[in-house]
């Protein structure tokens, strides 16, 4: 099994609907992220937790939400999707100074 | 402010030898790593330097010079998998990776 699994690995919704990307991790890492990468553009931090009661805003969480529901899975949600938010999405752990793991991502369309 | 620099795209040939640069900016500074990230998947760690020098691993080496805030990413005997996109990533004073665009390598035959 992955160390970290995402799911669903592909997902087409309808502009409006609420849609949840799911991630969870089996290397007992601390610390979990979300990005989402578009053609062509670096990774862009959504939302990054530390540990369970921790969670922090990256640089483009508007239009999203998340929740740490255990140290081994966080979740994020979409509450109103819109075709803007169609992209690769990867969620990715670490522990502190050393590198992190990616889930394999999940390609949303909204269409 | 945090900022990195590569170049956006590079083309090589099978069998040669190519290297990949970075500048970097960070607010405090753990390290740098280099991931190399193939279209559609997820990123691959292939090196990490926290201190100046260079690191050799197989067919890639990664080089690190701190008081310049520079790196390098040197790959030999290219082979047409390498083909990937490589992503300069240092570390800042929170253990978070900040990450550029990273450089897409096209390897021709």
């Known amino acids: 099994d992955a160390d970290v699994t995402q799911t669903p690995r592909n997902r087409i919704t309808k502009t409006g609907k609420r849609i949840m990307l799911e991630c969870s991790q089996t290397?007992?890492?601390?610390?979990m992220y979300w990005y989402r990468q578009d053609p062509g553009l670096g990774l862009r931090l959504i939302y990054y937790?530390?540990?369970?009661?921790?969670?922090n805003k990256g640089e483009i969480s508007d239009g999203y939400s998340v929740s740490r529901q255990a140290q081994a899975k966080f979740s994020l949600s979409l509450e109103s999707a819109i075709p803007n938010q169609t992209a690769l999405y990867f969620c990715?752990?670490?522990?502190?100074?050393?590198?992190?793991?990616f889930g394999s991502g999940t390609r949303l369309t909204v269409v | 402010g945090q900022n990195i620099d590569q170049p956006t795209e590079m083309t090589a040939t099978e069998g040669a030898i190519v290297q990949i640069n970075c500048t970097y900016q960070t607010s405090g500074f753990n390290g740098l790593f280099w991931y190399q990230q193939h279209a559609g998947e997820a990123p691959t760690f292939l090196s990490y330097?926290?201190l100046d020098g260079l690191e050799e691993k197989g067919r890639f080496s990664s080089f690190l010079s701190r008081s310049k805030g520079y790196s390098y990413l040197l790959l030999k005997e290219l082979q047409m998998k390498d083909s990937a996109s490589y992503l300069c990533?240092?570390?800042?004073?929170?253990?978070?990776?900040?990450w550029g665009a990273g450089t897409k390598l096209i390897i021709k035959p």
């Open positions: 990533a240092p570390m800042d004073s929170n253990y978070q990776l900040i």
């Open positions: 290397k007992g890492h601390d610390r």
């Open positions: 330097n926290v």
């Open positions: 937790s530390f540990d369970v009661k921790d969670i």
């Open positions: 990715a752990t670490s522990v502190q100074a050393y590198g992190y793991t």
